[in-house]
Structure formats: C-alpha cells, structure tokens
Nanobody
Framework: QVQLVESGGGLVQAGGSLRLSCAAS????????MGWYRQAPGEQRELVAE???????NYASSVKGRFTISRDNAKNTVYLQMNSLNPEDTAVYSC??????????????WGKGTLVTVSS
C-alpha cells in the first residue's frame, strides 16, 4: 500500500509563511495528480491547490497569489508554500495523491493531515 505523511504544520502569526510537505512511500507505484486540501472547524473540506504530473496547477481563489504548490517526483513529495497567511487559513491541511499501483490500479490516497494555526 501507499502511505502519505504530511509535515510542516504549526503556529504562525498573521502575515507569516509556512511550508508544508507530504511524502509518499510504498512499492510499485506512480503518482498522477498531487493536491492539498484543508478543513477548518465547522466547515467543509476544500481544495487548496493541486498539481498534475505535467506541472499544471490549480488553486482555490482564496489562496491564489499567496500559496504555491510544487512537487519533487524523485522524492515522491508535494509541497505547499504558504505566504501572507491570515487567520482564515487556519485549518487542518491534508495531502492527497492520485496513485496508480500494479496491485490496485488507480486510487486516491490521503494523509492524516497537519494543523496550521494562524494567529492574529
């Protein structure tokens, strides 16, 4: 199976920056799209950013211009650089990857999430 582990969350002041990472581990797999989602207390999970294998990116309008998603295929890792953070960005951020494996075919995998708290 494939496991995703996020890191980089924490407490940051408004206007600050934070960089999240998510690394996939496993055997005999390849990764298509990588993405970051977030869920604030009492709200639905929303797509923050995604990046295809070819490098095409898509961002939520609320983060466009502030966040940057990137990937390192050699490390099976996706990053989310978050700048100009505001309290509205406070949420649990989860990594998701669309993964093809020989055993299971195409499946979506999720990490457990990492908490980002932006103080005012």
């Amino acid at each position: 199976q494939v496991q995703l582990v996020e890191s980089g969350g924490g407490l940051v002041q408004a206007g600050g920056s934070l960089r999240l990472s998510c690394a996939a581990s496993g055997r005999a797999f390849s990764i298509d799209t990588m993405g970051w989602y977030r869920q604030a207390p009492g709200e639905q999970r929303e797509l923050v950013a995604e990046i295809t294998n070819s490098g095409r990116t898509n961002y939520a309008s609320s983060v466009k211009g502030r966040f940057t998603i990137s990937r390192d295929n050699a490390k099976n890792t996706v990053y989310l650089q978050m700048n100009s953070l505001n309290p509205e960005d406070t949420a649990v951020y989860s990594c998701s990857m669309r993964v093809w494996t020989l055993a299971q075919g195409l499946m979506d995998y999720w990490g457990k999430g990492t908490l980002v708290t932006v103080s005012s």
